[in-house]
C-alpha cells in the first residue's frame, strides 16, 4: 500500500520498506551533518559512516522523497556534461571522465551485495537513434569508447536488427550498454538509508534545515532543532532554499513525468522489449523507458514546454508510449507521477564548496541515478582529505543565470522548446 507520505507512483506502491525515522527534536552533534535525503545525501552519509564519521542526515520530508524516489530508475555510465569537462580541463578532465565513467554502477552494486537491497537491479541499457544523424554520432562514440577500453559492454545494433530488440519501427538503430541497465530507485535509496543507520547515522525525516552556517563552528537549524557539526554537506537538488549566494543560479527546475502501465503478459512483454533493456532516446527532450520487476512499461518523458506541470500526466504520456508502441493501445495506465529534474546549464554536477567546511552536489542534468554516487564519493573523499577528483569539479566553469528565480521558468521553456524544434530537424 502507498505510504499517504509520498507522490502516488509505482515506486510507492511497491516499496518494500516502511521504515519512518524521527523529526529533529533539540541538539544534536555530529563529525557531519548532510542535507538532503535523496541519494546524493544518503549516498554521502553512508559513505561517511563506512569510513568512521558520525554523520546526522536531515530530510525535509521522507527518504527518497524526491527526484530519487521518482526517476526513471535507468543505472546509465558517465555523467552528464562529459564534453564540457574535456573541453575545460584537457587530458586531466578526460582521464577523470574514463575514470569515473561505471564508478556509480560499482558503488551501487557494492551496497546490493554489502547490504542485502532488493531493487531489482538487471542489466542492458540501450541509446536509441530518434533520426539518421544520431546514428553517426553513436558509432563515433562508441568507437571513441572501445579506445577508452570499455569495450567489451558496447554493441552498436544497424537498422535492420532493430526489431530483434525493440518491437518498435521508430529508431533508426542505437547501442546497446549491457554494463549499465536499471532499477527501482526508491528501494535503493531507502536500503542505502537503512545501511546508513544500521551504521549509526542518525536520520531524521519531516526535518527541513531552515538556515545553516558554515565558519569556525558550523550549524544547521530545523524548525525544533539544531546540528553542530564541523561539516555541513549540502546534499542534492535542494534548490537554494538558504539563500547561499554561491549557489544562486546555477540549477534550473524542469518537470519530467512517467506512466506505469497494468503488468504486461509475458506475450505482450515479448513484443516489447524482450530483452528487458532499459531505453533513452537521442533526442534532448528525449523519451526513456524500461519494463518494471513485475512487467509494466514505465515510460517517461516530458510532456510539455511551459514548464509548469500538466493536470493530466497520464493524458498526455499515454499518447507518446502508444504511438512507440501501438500495441499497448489496449493496456491500462495504472500510475502517472512527475518529479523535478535539475538543469545546470553546462549539464555539468556542480560539486564544490561554499566555504573550507561547507559542501555541496547536485544538478545531475536528468542522469543522476549513478552520478549521485560517484558525487557522494568525490565528496567523501575531500571531506577525508583526498582532493584530487573534487579539486577538479571545483575547477569547472559554471554559468549562473541571474534571476533564475523569477526568470528561470521562462528561460527554461524557451530552451526546452529550442531543443524540442531542433530534435525534430
Ligand atoms: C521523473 C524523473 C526521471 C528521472 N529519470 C532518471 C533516470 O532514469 N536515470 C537517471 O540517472 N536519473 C534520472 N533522473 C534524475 C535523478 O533522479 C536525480 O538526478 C537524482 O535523483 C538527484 O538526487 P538528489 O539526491 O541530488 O536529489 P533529490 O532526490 O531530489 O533529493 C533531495 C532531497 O532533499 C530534500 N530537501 C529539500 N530541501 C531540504 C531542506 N531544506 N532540508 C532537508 N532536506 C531537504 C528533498 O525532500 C529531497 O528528498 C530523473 C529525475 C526525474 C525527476
Redo the contacts with the bound molecule.
Sequence with gaps: MTDPDYIRSYYAATANDQTRYPALEGTVKADVCV????????ATALTLAERGRSVVL???????????????????GGISGEATIKQQLGEAGAKLVRDIRYRGHEIIEGRIAKYGIACDLKYGWMEVAARPRHMNHMRDYVEDRIKDGDGGGLEIVEADAMPSVLGTTSYYGGYIDRRSGHLH?LNLCRGEANAAASLGVKIFEN????NLSGGAKPWVQTDRGRVEAQTIVI?????N??GQRGLKGLMLPAG???IATEPLTGAETATVDPQNL?VADSNIVLD?YRMSADRRMLF?GRCNYTNRDPPDIAAVMRPRMVEVFPQLKDVRVEFAW?????IVVNRVPAIGRLQPNLYY??G?S???????HIAAEIVSDAICGQTEQFDLFERIKHVRLPLSEVAGNYVLALGMLYYRIRDLL
Excluded: C, D
Design positions: 542535507i538532503g535525503g535523496g541519494f546524493s545525501g544518503v536531515l530530510e525535509a520530508k521522507r527518504i527518497g522523497w524526491g527526484a530519487s524516489g521518482r526517476n526513471g530508475g535507468q543505472m546509465i530507485p526535518s527541513p534545515a531552515i546534499g542534492g537538488e535542494i534548490f532554499r538558504f519530467s513525468y512517467i532499459a526513456y517517461g512527475g518529479g523535478t529534474i535539475a552536489l547536485q545531475y536528468g542522469h543522476g541515478v549513478n552520478a549521485t
